[in-house]
């Protein structure tokens, strides 16, 4: 293909300065006649427009890039994870054809990355992530770049989650100025996201309406600081996130407060001025089973805390909640229990929509290093988290990485599980006939 994007396009210095604000497509579709139609190409001569955005947005979808694999002793390596993300926007240099087409595509195909936690989780920087600690480290997005992200996934601690997690998560994304559909600012001194309202189209900054090219295939530009509305949130808790995460795999059996446990509708589950919490979850289950909703006895102040009722506030516009759930393979019993919980919950939102399970989950085994610098001279990790029984295993080995090892070190290698539940937002009762128990 013939002319690259980045071959002279007359921009002036005033140009320069509202890139923040107009992306360069703009300025390219100001002259049609700097882009070449591609006809001989089979892309633009054969595939009408909805094949090629399928192939942009594959192409444009983050990829991991295994010829640089983390160290497996990492506790951030992990499936998904095994080396840092890239994104294929070499794309976008090809032609302006392409970019004219594709340069959002980056953006509304990859989700942000949000970690609030521990910071041995966080890899070392990757495109698109953000720290609650450090939240600057998106600032390189420019105002439309940022704007068009419609996804989150965030790592965080039990900690945090039942402390307000996911309403400062929510802060530096700007979920509800994008509900309200107004313009990004970026960010404020505080590190959270900014939106305003919208200003009037400046055709000085680059707007362009199709009116203006007559007979042009092309679409008007919408306006590319309207921020989208964030449809999808993965919420991921790993094996060291949990309330009582180092305790030895048995040890709840005698000390409740050391099991794995969750419940949305608790201010938090690990409160000694009050034991029972500590067997909230059970108690929301039981409850829910019956076809009740749990009380819990809070108070006004406690229900605020509520980190289930934080997605109506804070997260309007989801469509789809995953929750993402990993332990060590010694406690998977109680991982196991917490999903079975965890299929009956409900997640309100406004207009009588919830997000309920959809009845699928996923599980997974996986096998990291022999030892990870947690441990903290605890013999269990490396007797007990060892690989399980296979025949008594209900969820999937995969291999996540390349690897020369051979099978005796693989044995040798702790193993960890992982089960994805998914929400999906419907109306209440269209989720009856689901097998939820």
């Not at 997690?165 to 505080?190: K, P």
Request: proline residues 7%; glycine residues 6%.
């Amino acid at each position: 293909m013939s002319q690259p994007a980045s071959a002279s396009v007359p921009i002036d210095t005033a140009r320069r300065k509202a890139e923040q604000r107009v992306p360069l497509a703009s300025e390219i579709l100001r002259h049609p006649d700097s882009i070449e139609s591609q006809l001989q190409s089979p892309l633009f001569g054969k595939l009408p427009r909805e094949l090629r955005d399928l192939v942009w947005r594959y192409s444009l979808t983050r990829y991991e890039d295994l010829d640089n694999l983390y160290d497996i002793r990492k506790r951030y390596a992990r499936p998904g994870q095994a080396a840092p993300l890239r994104v294929a926007v070499q794309l976008l240099e090809t032609c302006r054809a392409i970019y004219v087409e594709a340069y959002l595509i980056p953006f509304q195909v990859n989700p942000i990355i949000i970690f609030h936690g521990d910071g041995g989780d966080i890899p070392p920087v990757v495109p698109l992530m953000r720290t609650t600690e450090d939240p600057f480290l998106c600032k390189k997005l420019k105002f439309w770049q940022f704007a068009n992200i419609s996804s989150v996934e965030t790592t965080l601690q039990q900690v945090n989650l039942e402390g307000g997690g996911l309403e400062r998560i929510s802060r530096l994304v700007g979920t509800l100025g994008r509900h309200d559909g107004q313009e990004s600012r970026g960010y404020a001194a505080t590190g959270y996201a900014c939106f305003v309202s919208p200003t009037e189209p400046d055709k000085n900054a680059g707007e362009v309406s199709s009116e203006e090219i007559p007979d042009s295939p092309l679409p008007s530009l919408p306006n590319p600081l309207i921020g989208r509305k964030i449809t999808h949130l993965s919420i991921r808790m790993s094996r060291t996130d949990w309330w009582g995460w180092s305790s030895r795999p048995e040890e709840y059996i005698s000390s409740p407060e050391e099991r794995l446990r969750l419940e949305p509708m608790i201010n938090v589950t690990h409160l000694w001025s009050r034991p029972e919490n500590f067997s909230a979850m059970t108690t929301g289950y039981e409850a829910r089973k019956a076809g009740e909703e749990p009380d819990f006895g809070l108070d006004d102040f406690e229900k605020q805390g509520r980190w289930g009722l934080q997605v109506k506030e804070y997260w309007p516009d989801l469509t789809t909640l995953d929750l993402v759930l990993e332990t060590f393979s010694c406690k998977k019993t109680q991982l196991d229990y917490v999903t079975q919980c965890a299929r009956l919950w409900t997640f309100p939102l406004e207009n009588g929509f919830h997000l309920v399970w959809n009845g699928k989950e996923e599980a997974i085994r996986w096998r990291g290093a022999r030892a990870y610098e947690y441990e903290d001279h605890q013999d269990w990790f490396r007797n007990e988290n060892v690989p399980q029984d296979t025949e008594a295993q209900d969820s999937t080995k995969i291999q996540w990485r390349p690897s020369p090892s051979n099978d005796e070190d693989d044995r040798e290698s702790q193993e960890f599980v992982i089960r994805t539940l998914t929400f999906e937002r419907k109306r209440m009762g269209e989720h009856i006939g689901v097998d939820r128990f």
